[in-house]
């Protein structure tokens, strides 16, 4: 099975340059999930057609919790990111009060269940985007208050930042509280151990590490099976913690591509480094550049240029990049990453870079000369930036 080329020639296919909203199929995973199509049995049936799916669909969580630091009672597969953070939000969190985080995303920001103990308390972060662990501890050391669920995303899905994860967890563990973690952009790209890290529940999604879309996991720290109210019974499905057939070809892929990304990483942090440089020469900033990111990641603001404006630009270069999240119906908005992060317009003047897993220099190379020639048509009608381009980001 083929995977679509991410550094093409000009004039051929674009130039795929969108990790962070999906990662290119991996071949493993193309090939567990022809495997898997082919079996005509229902993991739920008795007979010997759905003994074989479920040994499949078993196999598969063995590998995902394993690599992931849980036993294998505690991987709960999902439809994806999304529905693993909500179930661990409604599942876990009945009458704790949530602390979640200024930059997360949409799906956990809007994902808090209606039994929670009073309003969001929410985190704020520095101009480099990661969590203040000062405010953190102020919020969990209250003694007035119902236990704590926290929310932090492992890493930033619009600019790449990683929490001090390890603090953070320390701190949790000090003061009682469940530490819920989406780390749909980072499982996959490097390692995590669930328990070892002290994490209470962790998210993650099949295509954004090379597997297909349609599947994800949400993994439990505590003993295993722990209990976990469902979001819908259906059938009983996952130890009746998710109701509903498992989608075993798309899961197959998910352990797959999490398995072939982890055997053979690819330190992209060279080629991010260069197209950085060359997009600071362009006259951009680097957004959260004083913070540990991840290294495939890039988020690069104009000041005064829109971010719609640049993505069709490079969109009619054949460049495939972002401006913030993939889930927002299609649209170019306002940034609510970089909004808490101070800033200010720049938040409506950033596109993300996100190089996948098969990227090649000449597609780097290519971004880099289209990115320099935009830079430079669009100065003179440049709006103005009122006052001085903010702390924690990196300018020419």
């Known amino acids: 099975m083929t995977t679509p080329s991410a550094g093409s020639a000009p004039g051929t296919e674009p130039t ?13 995973a193309g090939a567990a999930m022809l495997d898997a199509a082919r079996l005509v049995g229902n993991p739920s049936s008795v007979h010997g057609a759905g003994r074989a799916a479920r040994a499949m669909l078993e196999n598969a969580r063995s590998t995902v919790a394993r690599r992931l630091g849980v036993e294998a009672l505690n991987c709960v597969f999902t439809s994806g990111g999304t529905e693993a ?118 998210a993650c999604s099949g295509h954004k590490m090379g597997g297909p879309k349609g599947a994800g996991a949400l993994l439990l720290g505590g003993p295993a099976p722990t209990r976990l109210d469902p979001i819908f019974e259906g059938g009983g499905q996952e130890q009746g913690r998710r109701g509903g057939t498992q989608a075993l070809p798309a899961i197959a892929g998910l352990a797959a591509a999490l398995e072939e990304g982890l055997d053979n990483p690819r330190d992209l942090a060279p080629l991010r480094d260069r197209l950085e440089h060359a997009a600071v020469q362009a006259g951009a900033v680097v957004c959260g550049a004083g913070a540990a990111r991840l290294a495939n990641t890039s988020c690069l603001a104009l000041p005064g240029r829109r971010a719609q404006g640049q993505l069709m630009r490079l969109d009619l270069d054949g ?78």
């Open 85 to 202: 953070n909500v179930l661990a939000m409604h599942g876990l969190g009945g009458g704790r009060r949530f602390l979640i985080g200024r930059t997360e995303h949409d799906a956990v920001r809007k994902g808090v269940p209606p039994t929670a103990a009073g309003p969001i308390e929410w985190l704020e972060v520095g101009a480099d985007g990661q969590v203040r662990l000062d405010l953190l501890e102020q919020s969990l050391a209250r003694r007035d208050a119902a236990p704590a669920f926290v929310c932090l995303m492992l890493a930033n899905n619009e600019t790449g930042v990683l929490h001090p994860m390890a603090e953070v967890a320390r701190l949790c563990t000090h003061y009682g509280a469940h530490l819920h973690v989406d780390a749909v952009q980072g499982a996959g790209r490097f390692d995590i151990s669930v328990r070892e890290q002290g994490f209470g529940s962790v």
């Open 319 to 396: 460049l495939c990049v972002s401006a913030g999240s993939a889930c927002s119906s299609g649209k170019v908005a306002f940034s609510h990453v970089l909004d808490a992060m101070g800033l200010g317009p720049l938040a409506g003047q950033a596109v993300r870079v996100s190089l996948p897993w098969n990227v090649t220099a000449a597609g780097v190379e290519r971004f880099m000369a289209a990115y320099t020639a935009m830079a430079a048509a669009t100065r003179e009608t440049a709006e103005p930036m009122a006052g001085n381009v903010p702390a924690g980001v990196v300018r020419a």
């Open 16 to 28: 795929y340059l969108d990790a962070n909203a999906t990662e290119p199929l991996r071949p493993a």
